[in-house]
């Protein structure tokens, strides 16, 4: 569920604050893989960027994809 605090919530707070994200809207995802706490994730945003969000996402997945695919190489 995307809803309610995730195990790393407190480190993406600190990031979110250190950005000023709080005081402007938008948001972050915080992902982690191999945590000291395990795999897991936390997301804090306005509403607007919460809908936004999948979205942006798959658009990352895809680009992630194609890359990993040769087909967007660096040149």
Sequence with gaps: MTIGP???DD???????QLG???TG??????IIGGNRGDGF???ADLETTFAMPAL???V???MQSDLQGEGKPS
């Design 42 to 44: 936390s997301i804090q």
């Design 57 to 59: 996402l798959l658009q």
């Design 6 to 8: 995730g195990k790393y």
């Design 21 to 23: 994200i709080a005081d």
């Design 11 to 17: 480190i993406c707070t600190q990031i979110r604050e």
């Design 26 to 31: 938008g948001g972050i995802a915080l992902m």
């Design 61 to 63: 997945a895809m680009k």
